[in-house]
Nanobody, 121 residues
């Protein structure tokens, strides 16, 4: 059973920084694209950033230049460094992974449970 576990959320003042981590555990053959999504109250879940298995990244326009996604392939872990945080970044952040479980020939989409990020003004 594959699980994604996020950590690193919390409360921070505007202009501050947070680093989110997402560790994929279980029987994993390979992790493909992994990413972070945000969901603010009353809004749809939206892509923040993602990174492919070859290291190609892309970001939402709203976070370009402030957020950086990275990964540690050996640990099946993806990170989101968030700098210059704004109150509008307040949301639940979900980790997403396209993962091929061990012993299976297909890639499945997995979600973490989410971690709250609150930015005060």
């Amino acid at each position: 059973q594959v699980q994604l576990v996020e950590s690193g959320g919390g409360l921070v003042q505007a202009g501050g920084s947070l680093r989110l981590s997402c560790a994929a555990s279980g029987s994993i053959r390979t992790a493909k694209t992994m990413g972070w999504y945000q969901q603010a109250p009353g809004k749809q879940r939206e892509l923040v950033a993602r990174i492919t298995d070859s290291g190609i990244t892309n970001y939402a326009d709203s976070v370009k230049g402030r957020f950086t996604i990275s990964k540690d392939r050996s640990k099946n872990t993806v990170y989101l460094q968030m700098n210059s945080l704004k109150p509008e970044d307040t949301a639940v952040y979900f980790c997403n992974g396209e993962i091929m479980p061990s012993g299976q020939p297909w890639v499945r989409n997995y979600w973490g449970q989410g971690t709250q990020v609150t930015v005060s003004s």
